[in-house]
T-cell receptor
Framework: KQEVTQIPAALSVPEGENLVLNCSFT??????LQWFRQDPGKGLTSLLLIQSSQREQTSGRLNASLDKSSGRSTLYIAASQPGDSATYLCAVFGFQKLVFGTGTRLLVSP | GAVVSQHPSRVICKSGTSVKIECRSLDFQATTMFWYRQFPKQSLMLMATSNEGSKATYEQGVEKDKFLINHASLTLSTLTVTSAHPEDSSFYIC??????????FGQGTRLTVV
C-alpha cells in the first residue's frame, strides 16, 4: 500500500525566504507525482506535474524535483511571499490510484 | 488546463436524507474519476475509484452501500451519500483524468448534515 508523507507538517517563515517542502513515498512504482496548493476551505490548485521519467519541473518561483528510486520529491519555493501561504500537498499516481501526502501548512509572514 | 466542474459547492441536509454530488469533466473525456473526502486540517483520503461503465472500486473502510458512485459516461460521475448522518459532514472532492496524465480536480463540495 502506497504511503505518502510530507515533512514538515507546518512551516512558518518571513517573507523573502527560500524554502523546501519534502514529500516521500513508499512505493517507487509510480507514473507521476503532482504538487498542489490548497487554500483554507477551497479546492486544489495544481502547481507542477512530474512524470516518472523526469527529474524536475519548474514554474516561475517553483521548482519540483523527483528521485523515484529513493521515493522522494521536493518542492522549492524561491523568494516566498505572503500569498504563498496555504497548504501544499503532493500526490503520487501509482497503479490506478492517486494517493495524497499528509500536507505541509505554510505561513509566510510579511 | 482541463476543467472539472463539481456541483453543488455547498449543501446542508437533514439527517436521514440522501445527497447527490456531481462531477463533470467539461472539455475532456475522463476514463477514471476519483472521489476523496477531507476532514478539517487533514489530507485527502481516497474513497473510491470509478471507471466509465464499470462498478467503482472502494477503498478499505468505505461503505459502498452508503456512498454510491455512478460513472455512467466519460464526462460525468456522481457520488450519492445515502441516509446521511452528522458524521458524514465533510469536504468531498472529485478528480478526473485520462490515462496516466495530470489529475484535474473539482472545487469540492462542503456537506453539512444537521
Amino acid at each position: 500500500k502506497q504511503e505518502v508523507t510530507q515533512i514538515p507538517a507546518a512551516l512558518s517563515v518571513p517573507e523573502g525566504e527560500n524554502l523546501v517542502l519534502n514529500c516521500s513515498f513508499t512505493d517507487s512504482a509510480i507514473y507521476n507525482l503532482q504538487w498542489f496548493r490548497q487554500d483554507p476551505g477551497k479546492g486544489l490548485t495544481s502547481l507542477l506535474l512530474i512524470q516518472s521519467s523526469q527529474r524536475e519541473q519548474t514554474s516561475g518561483r517553483l521548482n519540483a524535483s523527483l528521485d523515484k528510486s529513493s521515493g522522494r520529491s521536493t518542492l522549492y519555493i524561491a523568494a516566498s511571499q505572503p500569498g504563498d501561504s496555504a497548504t501544499y500537498l503532493c500526490a503520487v499516481f501509482g497503479f490506478q490510484k492517486l494517493v495524497f501526502g499528509t500536507g505541509t501548512r505554510l505561513l509566510v509572514s510579511p | 488546463g482541463a476543467v472539472v466542474s463539481q456541483h453543488p459547492s455547498r449543501v446542508i441536509c437533514k439527517s436521514g436524507t440522501s445527497v447527490k454530488i456531481e462531477c463533470r469533466s467539461l472539455d475532456f473525456q475522463a476514463t477514471t474519476m476519483f472521489w476523496y473526502r477531507q476532514f478539517p486540517k487533514q489530507s485527502l483520503m481516497l474513497m473510491a475509484t470509478s471507471n466509465e461503465g464499470s462498478k467503482a472500486t472502494y477503498e478499505q473502510g468505505v461503505e459502498k452501500d452508503k456512498f454510491l458512485i455512478n460513472h455512467a459516461s466519460l464526462t460525468l460521475s456522481t457520488l450519492t451519500v445515502t441516509s446521511a448522518h452528522p458524521e458524514d459532514s465533510s469536504f468531498y472532492i472529485c478528480s478526473a483524468r485520462t490515462g496516466a496524465t495530470e489529475a484535474f480536480f473539482g472545487q469540492g463540495t462542503r456537506l453539512t448534515v444537521v
